[in-house]
């Protein structure tokens, strides 16, 4: 359970301590509206995205399924600003040709993503969980993101993407089958 209470008390500490004044009419409710945005934006902390997939379909399906441009925005950990862009999630199958409902890959996406984060741990962790749930014999995530941290402050480059992956199974090891996702995925 996130602590809206203590989250209201630090971001009236901030205010005081950037020189504002938070009983000021503009601030007043502030410290209100920024607990119940990070009580939203960090969902994910509790949330377990393989149970997602424990719903699924035995079709007997031994092909790869990708779900594209999949919209996420997450926080970076070490600034707290947010980073945000598209992942792109793909899998084949496993013997039993499982597959689940295409929104179920998005959903892990978003719980992941719902975390304070930094995006190669995201990659990874959306690759493991669909290997956990779905038990596939390859999955493949390429994650395109647009750091806050690095366009309004530090560095200031806005427009620059940070691209990170993460391969499982035949994605790792048999390079047409990565080939044939990568292809797949792009613009």
Known sequence: MIDEKMIKGAVEN???????????????DTPQRVAQMYAEIFGGMRQNPVDELKVGYELGHREMVILKDIPFYSMCE????????????????GIDGRVVGISKLARVVDIIA???????????????????????????VV????????????????????????????FSKKAATRAEFMSLIQK
């Open 14 to 28: 901030i205010l005081t301590a950037i020189g504002d004044d938070p009983k000021r009419e503009g601030l007043i």
């Open 78 to 93: 070490h600034h707290l600003l947010p980073f945000s862009g598209v992942a792109h999630v793909g899998y084949v199958p």
């Open 143 to 170: 994650i395109e993101a647009e750091h806050m941290c690095m366009t309004m402050r530090g560095i200031k480059k806005p427009g620059a993407k940070v691209v990170t992956s993460a391969l499982r199974g035949i």
């Open 114 to 140: 719902r975390r304070p984060q930094i995006q190669e741990r995201m990659a990874t962790e959306i690759a493991d969980a669909i290997m956990e749930g779905l038990k596939p014999d390859g999955v493949g």
